[in-house]
């Protein structure tokens, strides 16, 4: 599988592994973006400043003051070719999720309905979804999440909202996401997390990293009242929440 | 505590460093210095570190009062500040391009900008205010560096991180900084081949015009529309969504560019034609409603070397630096030129 490279002005250039979504492309992404971020540590590859992973490319980052495109692209066809782990060792993160407010999931019973299930049975299909965080973007800490049950796919709404509350979990297509901020939206809201997606008091603001494996556990009220007053305070324990 | 207190706000006046790196894999913008050239010059000035964050004016700056014993700061941009001794004191010209040390109680009215959209204004030392995420850089849509993440209002008082300025002399730059006339140039991708040869051809041939919707996030023209290569209807203007580089220009269905910045978001869905060249970000920063540019292709070789060129000359622009007015003594070039009859006597600056 060949790759192509994308001029992005002269700090930047985008190296694309495919023009459509898939596992296999997004992995190989990962790994570049893991390879070069080692490399870096390593002290190689001066004048890399960052690289953006997306499903199916990765943009390089560089200062044209301490590196050139001429440099930096033969290094990065060598990292290619010395080979790229396919299966990259990934967080697994489990947040809860409350479903039960209809504050909280008002489009519930409406996405029961067009996908012919009950509302116990939407829950059910959104529990049992294998998610993976794919790209982080649009607002800091707003990610795409993708992997939801094949039956629970929709466009999104042909009504965006004007206001959704931060914290919101929705779905739309074949993506689950977590509201990082209250902002517009055209997702169906299925639930609530206690949990922020951007904490600017935490020392890492944004709690999910792309390659996060992703499932939720479904809390009651009181449950989801009894992180927030934490996760407020700043005394929850988000370690708990990473298994692997 | 020292600071300089906002006795009267201006328009959208932020603090911005070189920007936040490293984060954008999170979804993090890396705002920054709109005009990195003009914030640079205004820390050397003062021999701050490069990487200093100053003051960024949008379109009107301020009034700031000195509560400290003595501040130098240094201003950058097409500026007619004031400086206001006292509650009835009249106001007195200053020269912008330079330091000027100022003392407690006096008040900087920082006023309009001319000409461009934004100018600088840094502190000798620097400001005491906690970086976010490795940088004091203001993001104001997640609320985030800064002056508690957001644009300055009266009242805010500003931590300086010294009591008083430095010793020596002020300094001013030895000419105007040099950001070029001709067109804006640009290198062609990541996605051109989403429009036809006529539509990039209209790109590079037209004149494009800033609109009203221009800021921090990015400005979007006025102009002859450009052709994608398959029709919107059929998908031509939606991509899977990618990084974006600093001064990328997407074209969404509508045909019209729109440049990309600072506070840009990290990835985005639609074909971007071309990235602006870094050497004149810079001059995009400073933009306004109204003004037109043309674009100009050049390879990404050609924009790697004007841009080493620009710095070059940033290097220049630093050691040219001259000495503004000799403490204690009289500036003779600046009597002769301004004003014959009362002299100018500076006092000695406390140490």
Redesign the interface.
């Known amino acids: 599988m060949s790759v192509r490279y994308l001029s992005c002005g002269d700090t930047a250039f985008t190296v694309e592994f495919g023009n459509e979504i898939s596992p296999e492309i997004n992995a190989r992404v990962m790994a570049l973006h893991a390879a070069i971020g080692r490399a870096k540590a390593a002290g190689e590859l001066a004048g890399v400043v960052e690289t953006v992973p997306t499903m199916r490319s990765l943009m390089v980052a560089y200062d044209p003051l301490a590196a050139s495109r001429a440099d930096l692209q033969p290094r990065i066809d060598a990292l290619i070719a010395r080979g790229l782990p396919a299966g990259l060792a990934s967080r697994r993160v489990t947040l809860p999720c409350c479903y039960d407010d209809p504050e909280f999931a008002p489009d519930l019973s409406e996405i029961a309905k067009r996908t012919k299930k009950t509302v116990e049975q939407v829950i059910a299909a959104h529990l049992a979804s294998a998610f993976k965080v794919y790209v982080l973007g649009f607002m800091p800490g707003l990610a795409y999440v993708a992997g939801l049950d094949q039956t629970l796919y929709l466009p999104r709404r042909s009504e965006p909202r004007v206001r959704v509350p931060r914290s919101t979990v929705a779905i739309a297509m074949d993506m689950t996401t977590i509201y990082p901020f209250e902002s517009p939206g055209g997702w169906h809201l299925i639930g609530r997390t206690p949990l922020w997606m951007f904490d600017k008091r935490r020392e890492q603001p944004v709690f999910l990293a792309p390659g996060d494996s992703l499932s939720f556990q479904r809390i009651d009220r009181k449950t989801f009242d009894r992180i927030a007053r934490e996760v407020d305070a700043g005394t929850f324990d988000w370690s708990k929440l990473v298994t692997a | 505590m020292s600071a300089l207190k906002v006795v009267r706000a201006g328009l959208f006046d932020t603090l911005q460093d070189l920007g936040r ?9 890396t705002a920054g210095a709109m005009d990195r050239v003009a914030l640079r010059l205004a820390n050397a000035l003062l021999g701050n570190p490069a990487g200093a964050a100053g003051l960024e004016i949008g379109v009107m700056g301020p009034d700031l009062l000195v509560e400290a014993d003595s501040v130098r700061v240094a201003l950058l941009g097409p500026l007619s500040p004031t400086l206001i001794d006292g509650p009835d004191a009249p106001p007195k010209a200053l020269e912008t391009d330079r330091t000027h040390l100022l003392k407690r109680g006096q008040v900087l009215r920082i006023g309009m900008i001319e000409g461009s959209s934004t100018a600088y204004l840094a502190v000798a030392g620097g400001f005491a205010l906690p970086s ?2 490795g940088s004091l850089s203001t ?1 104001a ?4 560096g800064g002056f508690e ?1 957001r644009k300055l209002a009266a009242g805010d008082a500003l931590p300086l991180s010294l009591e008083r300025a430095p010793p020596g002399d002020d300094r001013k730059l030895g000419a105007s900084f040099d950001y070029g006339r001709g067109p804006i140039r ?6 051109e081949e989403y429009f036809t040869e006529a539509g990039r051809n209209i790109f590079v041939g037209s004149d494009y015009r800033v609109s009203r919707e221009a800021d921090r996030m990015g400005i979007r023209f006025e102009g002859p529309t450009i052709e994608h290569a398959v029709s919107v209807e059929k998908g031509g203007a939606d991509i ?9 220009i997407q074209v969404p269905g509508a045909g019209l560019p729109i440049v990309l910045l600072a506070d840009r ?4 869905g639609y074909p ?1 034609i071309a ?5 004149d970000l810079p001059r995009l920063g400073r933009l306004l409603p109204g003004q037109t540019v043309r674009f100009q292709p050049v390879t ?2 050609e ?2 070397k ?3 060129d620009q ?1 070059s000359r940033i290097q220049r622009a630093i050691a040219d630096f001259k000495v503004a007015r000799p403490p204690g003594g009289i500036d003779l070039a600046r009597l002769y030129e301004e004003n014959l009859i009362d002299g100018v006597i500076y006092e000695q600056p406390p140490v």
């Open positions: 790196t490293g984060f954008m894999a999170l979804g993090m913008p976010f995420m993001y849509r997640a609320g985030v993440g640009i290198v062609w991708g990541p996605q899977i969504s990618d990084g974006i580089g600093p001064g990328a978001q990290t990835v985005g971007k990235t602006v060249a870094s050497v990404v070789e924009a790697e004007l841009r080493r710095e």
